[in-house]
């Protein structure tokens, strides 16, 4: 039995890219609306991934030089850890941004409808985004503990993982708010100057 243990978690996180899977498909099936919705979604998801593609570019520096770092000071194993953490954390991200873009207008489109579909539509957009992170944190870390388990201090091999995926989150974290923070004051200036609406 004990041998089976150690790949439960590649397992669920397995299960958990499956069931995000199949939750991506659900949205995607949903409609998408009118044509002035499709359109506007279509300009949120140009945004968004023009800045995701810029901000990944620059963490590509910020991940070589870690890594080399990591390389000289702890071990080559904990650097390539690390890489390989930084990339599915950034494999997530790309993908709950995708999926999460892609839910705004069919999400608009049922609440024409009721609350329900639409409610729905927006957790299933949403948990994408979570399972990717769940499935993929437990594939990769699982896989790291089944190639490095055997060797001199494996649990230090294994930090790098989580200090790989942790960094990438943290700057698409402050990365992302600012964006947002953004787009949300550029939709207020415009909606008061266009629109006459009233700011927050």
Same mark, same amino acid.
């Given at each position: 039995?004990?041998?089976? @243990?150690?790949? @439960?978690?590649?397992?669920?996180?397995?299960?958990?890219?499956? =069931?995000?899977?199949?939750?991506?498909?659900?949205? *995607? /099936?949903a409609?998408? #609306?009118?044509?002035?919705?499709?359109?506007?979604? +279509?300009?949120?998801?140009? %945004?968004? $991934?023009?800045?995701?593609?810029? /901000? =990944?570019?620059?963490?590509?520096?910020?991940?070589?030089? $870690?890594?080399?770092?990591?390389?000289?000071? &702890?071990?080559?194993?904990?650097?390539?850890?690390?890489?390989?953490? +930084?990339?599915?954390?950034?494999?997530?991200?790309?993908?709950?941004?995708?999926?999460?873009?892609?839910?705004?207008?069919?999400?608009?489109?049922?609440?024409?409808?009721? @609350?329900? #579909?639409?409610?729905?539509?927006?957790?299933?957009?949403?948990?994408? $985004?979570?399972?990717?992170?769940?499935? *993929?944190?437990?594939?990769?870390l699982?896989?790291?503990? *089944?190639?490095?388990? !055997?060797?001199?201090?494996?649990? /230090?091999?294994?930090?790098?993982?989580?200090?790989?995926?942790?960094?990438?989150?943290?700057?698409?974290?402050? #990365?992302?708010?600012i964006?947002?923070? +953004?787009?949300?004051?550029?939709? !207020?200036? &415009?909606?008061? &100057? /266009?629109? %006459?609406?009233?700011?927050?």
């Amino acid at each position: 039995m004990e041998n089976f @243990l150690p790949f @439960l978690g590649p397992g669920a996180g397995l299960l958990a890219l499956f =069931y995000a899977l199949y939750l991506a498909k659900k949205v *995607l /099936e949903a409609d998408q #609306g009118n044509d002035k919705m499709r359109e506007i979604s +279509a300009h949120i998801q140009e %945004g968004a $991934m023009a800045f995701l593609s810029r /901000e =990944y570019r620059t963490l590509v520096f910020f991940v070589i030089g $870690m890594a080399f770092l990591i390389g000289f000071g &702890v071990g080559p194993y904990t650097a390539l850890t690390f890489i390989f953490g +930084a990339t599915l954390s950034a494999t997530a991200g790309f993908l709950g941004l995708k999926i999460a873009t892609q839910a705004n207008s069919r999400t608009t489109q049922a609440a024409t409808k009721g @609350l329900s #579909g639409a409610l729905s539509i927006a957790f299933k957009g949403g948990s994408v $985004m979570g399972m990717s992170v769940v499935g *993929l944190g437990l594939l990769g870390l699982g896989i790291t503990f *089944l190639i490095f388990k !055997d060797f001199a201090k494996p649990y /230090e091999i294994i930090n790098g993982f989580a200090l790989g995926a942790s960094s990438i989150a943290l700057f698409a974290r402050v #990365g992302g708010g600012i964006y947002t923070k +953004a787009a949300d004051v550029g939709a !207020d200036l &415009v909606g008061k &100057v /266009e629109a %006459g609406i009233p700011e927050d």
